[in-house]
């Protein structure tokens, strides 16, 4: 409880300084920076009737959408891959070497190639959407099978236990925090490439407002759409976290 306390204070004391910095003292420009007054015009603007195209729960919609299909994508293929990669040592010698020479190139870099094999649509925004989320969900899936305590796995051996059932009842269990870690992540990746992705032929999103705000000069727009982003990030891990409780309540 102090801890939300002491957040709630510093946010008040942000928005003073924000206040007094824009406003009467005057020690920011309003090109450079929306004062209180301007980003209240911005939702109210957004709310109704709407900027780049849509109101903002269109926007939103749109965004978060994408960020969940991409993530979802990203969890269902690179959780199972680092699993396979962690558990069997001549998977790892053929996939590792070539993950690793395929994960520094940044996800932006794909967009040319991404319009090229998917075109403008919906499905090249989720793919380079994946591309951020997939490489975190295999590397801590895989530093977390690797992680096994080779005494649990000798214990599970005494008690009879198959390599099938040492997987799945002790390398996956003893894995998953790690593996939540990386999905946390992952879905940080999600949203620091939202904007990226919306480049490619959007016509909503909280990432087409901040393209459109930037063109148009309106630093209330750009903050506006940066705040959504900052908030829907926040509770969507907020909500990741609470499935984390559920699903290993021993490490909570």
Same mark, same amino acid.
């Given at each position: 409880?102090?801890?939300? #306390?002491?957040?709630?204070? +510093?946010? +008040?004391? !942000?928005?003073?300084?924000?206040?007094?910095?824009?406003?009467?003292?005057?020690?920011?420009?309003?090109?450079?920076?929306?004062?209180?007054?301007? #980003?209240?015009?911005?939702?109210?603007?957004?709310?109704?009737?709407?900027?780049?195209?849509?109101?903002? =729960?269109?926007?939103?919609?749109?965004?978060?959408?994408?960020? !969940?299909?991409?993530?979802?994508?990203? $969890?269902?293929?690179?959780? /199972?891959?680092?699993?396979?990669?962690?558990?069997?040592?001549?998977?790892?010698?053929?996939?590792?070497?070539?993950?690793?020479?395929?994960? /520094?190139?940044?996800? &932006?870099?794909?967009?040319?190639?991404? $319009?090229?094999? =998917? *075109?403008?649509?919906?499905?090249?925004?989720? =793919?380079?959407?994946?591309?951020?989320?997939?490489?975190?969900?295999?590397?801590?899936?895989?530093?977390?099978?690797?992680?096994?305590?080779?005494?649990?796995?000798? #214990?599970?051996?005494?008690?009879?236990?198959?390599?099938?059932?040492?997987?799945?009842?002790?390398?996956?269990?003893?894995? !998953?925090?790690?593996?939540?870690?990386?999905?946390?992540?992952? !879905?940080?990746?999600?949203?620091?490439?939202?904007? #990226?992705?919306?480049?490619?032929?959007? =016509?909503?999103?909280? *990432?087409? &407002? +901040?393209?459109?705000?930037?063109?148009?000069?309106? /630093?209330?727009? &750009?903050?506006?759409?940066?705040?959504?982003?900052?908030?829907? *990030?926040?509770?969507?891990?907020?909500?990741?976290?609470? $499935?984390?409780?559920?699903?290993?309540?021993?490490?909570?």
């Amino acid at each position: 409880m102090k801890r939300y #306390a002491i957040g709630g204070i +510093l946010i +008040l004391v !942000l928005v003073v300084v924000w206040y007094l910095a824009t406003g009467p003292l005057g020690l920011v420009a309003a090109v450079k920076f929306p004062s209180v007054g301007d #980003a209240y015009d911005s939702v109210l603007w957004l709310l109704s009737p709407g900027y780049a195209g849509a109101s903002l =729960f269109v926007h939103i919609r749109t965004s978060v959408g994408l960020v !969940l299909a991409g993530f979802v994508m990203a $969890i269902a293929t690179g959780v /199972p891959i680092g699993i396979l990669m962690g558990w069997n040592e001549l998977a790892d010698s053929y996939l590792n070497p070539i993950f690793q020479i395929l994960r /520094p190139i940044a996800p &932006i870099a794909w967009i040319p190639l991404t $319009i090229l094999w =998917f *075109g403008l649509g919906i499905t090249a925004k989720i =793919f380079v959407i994946w591309l951020a989320a997939f490489a975190p969900a295999v590397i801590n899936t895989h530093t977390g099978i690797r992680s096994l305590n080779p005494t649990l796995v000798e #214990a599970a051996k005494v008690l009879g236990a198959s390599k099938r059932r040492l997987l799945w009842q002790v390398a996956v269990p003893n894995a !998953l925090p790690t593996i939540f870690a990386g999905m946390q992540i992952s !879905l940080q990746a999600c949203w620091m490439v939202l904007v #990226a992705a919306e480049l490619v032929g959007s =016509f909503t999103g909280l *990432g087409h &407002i +901040l393209i459109i705000a930037t063109r148009d000069l309106n /630093p209330g727009m &750009i903050f506006i759409a940066m705040v959504c982003i900052a908030i829907l *990030g926040m509770l969507m891990n907020f909500v990741l976290l609470r $499935i984390r409780r559920k699903v290993i309540p021993w490490r909570n």
